[in-house]
């Protein structure tokens, strides 16, 4: 490299985003220095304001600007559901879906004792909290089907017990559009042991 | 989108960024949110000082943080050589390669007169100055091997002809571990019309 000193740390601040390599940051420090400088100032404008000022909703822990976000600060979603998952991303999927009318909880990752993650860090304090001051009748465990996201939901419906509130747990199976022969033995033994009576 | 107007504006920001479209720059935006807060915060700052700090080198036009670049201030590089190539990466490309001892001059584009990019754009009074500035006895001309860089060495060599220097163009043909049948006629012909005698 015969990069000048502050070029070669911006290439290696540019190697903090996922995805992305030696060569990727390397373009990304020379197209932005050759062709899109104001642009390049704006993200890191936008990028400082946003790590600084984007904390966490205090009821639901998602990301939010405010104390409370959006949804939770919102009358028209349906107090007495709550939907729990792993992270802010699978909110927005959650959303996509267009249908869910109820509310969210943000666990921000899953149990890995192995990591020293634990209910603490799940929010487990936060979520007691949630469900004493709401009418929830429903909790959705929407967690990862992955052996933590499991775990995790295993967990939590333990320590939702007490509460006498429905616990429910998303469907797992072969996804829509899938073939059989390119779907894994474990999903197709689900999607066998949660079949359907067909009308 | 159930982002915050603030995340929204993040990922919309990274989108200036080459190859990333609307779910990479969401998954960007979300991880450095999530775990890398202080490396975000270390990317925008650095960004920032580079775009605003990092100029062209006076001489070669190279990227600089300093009125001569390294290259250019440095008394071990041959200044009776230079070549001329189209962008800061080609320079780095060349540098590479670990056996080019002489000077540059960076292009910062190509001539491309439907573009409105003419000679001046291309640095043709910088190249004047260090021409006649310098004791250059041949120029290497190393603008890609594209339609525009083609014409742009045309100009070139029709520029330098008065100053009675060498001129030579990088060599053009199959790159080493190509094959044949996967290389477009053009190279092809190429490599025949410059081939080698056999010692």
């Known amino acids: 490299m015969h990069a000048t000193p502050l070029l ?119 979520l007691n909290i949630l469900i004493n001051a709401n009418p929830i009748k429903e909790i959705i465990l929407a967690t990862n089907p992955t052996v933590e996201g499991e775990a995790t939901a295993h967990y939590l419906s333990e320590f939702i017990k007490p509460y006498n509130i429905k616990v429910t747990r998303i469907a797992h199976g072969v996804p829509l559009g899938g073939e059989l022969e390119y779907i894994d033995s474990g999903t197709i033994a689900r999607s066998f042991a949660g079949r359907e009576t067909v009308d």
């Open 8 to 126: 070669e740390r911006l290439i290696q601040a540019f190697r903090c985003l996922p995805g992305v390599g030696p060569k990727t940051a390397q373009r990304m420090a020379f197209f932005l220095l050759q062709r899109e400088r104001e642009k390049g100032k704006h993200l890191a404008e936008i990028l400082n304001h946003a790590m600084v000022n984007i904390r966490h909703c205090l009821q639901c822990r998602t990301f939010s600007e405010t104390e409370l976000c959006k949804l939770c600060a919102s009358p028209n979603r349906d107090p007495s559901l709550l939907c729990i998952i792993e992270n802010p991303t699978d909110l927005i999927a959650v959303e996509q879906m267009g249908t869910y009318r109820g509310r969210y909880f943000v666990l921000l990752g899953h149990l890995s004792p192995l990591d020293g993650i634990g209910p603490e860090d799940i929010g487990i304090k936060e």
